[in-house]
Structures are given as structure tokens and as C-alpha cells.
């Protein structure tokens, strides 16, 4: 199967900077698109960025200038760089692969990495 593991997320002072890496492991053909997102205590999940295999990227207003989504395609790792933070980014931060190839899989899979917490205190 696949696995997407997340590290990099700690404690971090507001202004400050963290660099998140989310490795995917497994018998990977390739993954058409990877994410991030996070969820923060009595919210629901929300995007934070995406990146295709072409590298196009796309962000939501709240980090967009802050965050910044980049991939290596070769090691199956998607990163998030994340300066100028705040408290209210704040949250359990997840991985996600869509539209991933497995070998002898039927059709693309979906997954989803268990999260790394991300705090910013004021």
C-alpha cells in the first residue's frame, strides 16, 4: 500500500518560519496531485495548498504570500514552507496525494497522511 508520512511541525513563535515534509512511500507509479491542509480545534479541514506533477500551485487567500507548496517528483515528497506565521495557523497539518498510480491497482487512489501539529503562539 501507500503511506504518506508528514514531519517537521513543532512549536514556533508568531513571525517565525517551519518547513513541513510529507514523504509517500509504496509501489508508486505517480501521483498526479499533492496537498496540504490542516484542521484546527472545532473546525472543519481546509486546503491550504496544492501543487500538480507540472508544478502549477494554487493557494487560499489566508497564506496566500506566507506559504510556499513545492515537490520532488523523483522522492514522492511534497513540502510546505511557511513563513511570517500566526496563531491562528495553528492546527493539525495533513498531507494528501490524489489521482495516485499504484502498481496493479485498478485505478488512482486517494491518500492521506495522519497529520503534524503546528503551533504558533502569540
Known amino acids: 500500500q501507500v503511506q504518506l508520512v508528514e514531519s517537521g511541525g513543532g512549536l514556533v513563535q508568531a513571525g517565525g518560519s517551519l518547513r513541513l515534509s510529507c514523504a509517500a512511500s509504496?509501489?508508486?507509479?505517480?501521483?498526479?496531485?499533492m496537498a496540504w491542509y490542516r484542521q484546527a480545534p472545532g473546525n472543519e479541514r481546509e486546503l491550504v495548498a496544492t501543487?500538480?506533477?507540472?508544478?502549477?500551485?494554487n493557494y487560499p487567500d489566508s497564506v496566500k504570500g506566507r506559504f510556499t507548496v513545492s515537490r520532488d517528483n523523483t522522492e514522492n515528497t511534497v513540502y510546505l514552507q511557511m513563513n511570517s506565521l500566526k496563531p491562528e495557523d495553528t492546527a493539525v497539518y495533513y498531507c494528501?496525494?490524489?489521482?495516485?498510480?499504484?502498481?496493479?491497482?485498478?485505478?488512482?487512489?486517494?491518500?492521506w497522511g495522519k497529520g503534524t501539529l503546528v503551533t504558533v503562539s502569540s
Open positions: 494528501y496525494a490524489g489521482g495516485v498510480a499504484v502498481y496493479q491497482a485498478p485505478h488512482v487512489l486517494n491518500f
Open positions: 509504496g509501489s508508486i507509479l505517480s501521483i498526479n496531485t
Open positions: 501543487i500538480t506533477s507540472g508544478g502549477s500551485t
